[in-house]
């Protein structure tokens, strides 16, 4: 009877595994068919097609992985107008991925994506500017760009922005526009914005000076750090408030009240009781 039943175990084991197989074979069988499908759609000019079938070889869904062949493709689609390829394309000429890295070529296929409104390309093409890639290093150009696509939402636009107005780069120093634009990056989870708009508010630049909503927005970015780092902050934040106590409030010598947050402020912005502003 034992021999019967580890008999019947090997049976069940070798039927199971046949039909893992057969899933697997039939599962290739439909990828490859998808595939088969979109080439020829893209073979016969759909840039839509072209743009899928050059994901497929960027990511190496049922194919193998090339990066040249993704290149290819989004070069066609990109020919045909289309922003996601052109802006794409872009980012392969930046990178080097798939072709001979070339920041002027990356900025001409940015620009095409940039012209059609794309904030993404905007953004892309104003770090360019920024940095002085290809481009002559043109700081007010940068902000020009920057600026498009912070007004679509585009956050890394707005926190780049908001610095540039921090620093005076390319537009006039302003920290009120710069705190407005961190606080829309914020708003969006961007972590440097955040730290940004809680130094800010801790130096009174551009905002009024709270120390509660600079720890407010402090902690929110640290949020953004490992378990570990988060530890180790915390016990270096509250190591340095035990060597450096300080009043609540001190009168400065120009007559003006300067307060520090209390133990009640911190509990407060830790459990959220101070709203966001």
């Not at 893209?42 to 190496?60: D, K, P």
């Amino acid at each position: 009877m034992r021999a019967r039943f580890l008999s019947l175990c090997v049976v069940v084991a070798l039927v199971a595994g046949a039909l893992a197989q057969s899933a697997d074979a039939v599962k290739s069988q439909k990828i490859a068919s998808y595939v088969a499908s979109i080439k020829e759609k893209a073979v016969g000019g759909s840039a839509a097609a072209q743009i899928t079938l050059a994901g497929i070889y960027e990511q190496g869904f049922g194919v193998r992985q090339d990066y040249v062949q993704a290149a290819l493709w989004y070069r066609k689609a990109a020919k045909q107008g289309s922003v996601n390829a052109q802006n794409t394309l872009g980012s392969m000429y930046e990178d080097g991925k798939g072709v001979q890295q070339s920041f002027a070529e990356a900025a001409y296929w940015y620009r095409k994506a940039a012209m059609q409104g794309d904030a993404d390309a905007q953004d892309n093409l104003a770090n360019l500017y920024f940095n002085g890639q290809s481009l002559v290093q043109d700081y007010a150009q940068a902000a020009s760009w920057y600026r498009k696509a912070a007004e679509q939402g585009q956050a890394n636009a707005q926190v780049q922005l908001g610095r540039q107005y921090d620093s005076g780069q390319g537009v006039p120093q302003n920290y009120a526009e710069a705190a407005s634009w961190y606080r829309k990056a914020a708003e969006q989870n961007n972590a440097g914005a955040q730290y940004n708009l809680g130094y800010m508010y801790a130096q009174g630049q551009g905002v009024p000076l709270s120390n509660v909503e600079a720890y407010f927005w402090l902690n929110v970015a640290a949020a953004k750090l490992s378990p570990t780092e988060l530890s180790e902050a915390q016990q270096q934040a509250t190591k340095w408030f035990a060597e450096h106590p300080a009043p609540p409030c001190i009168q400065t010598s120009d007559q003006t009240k300067t307060c520090y947050p209390t133990a009640q402020d911190m509990e407060n912005a830790i459990n959220g009781e101070k709203k966001k502003p």
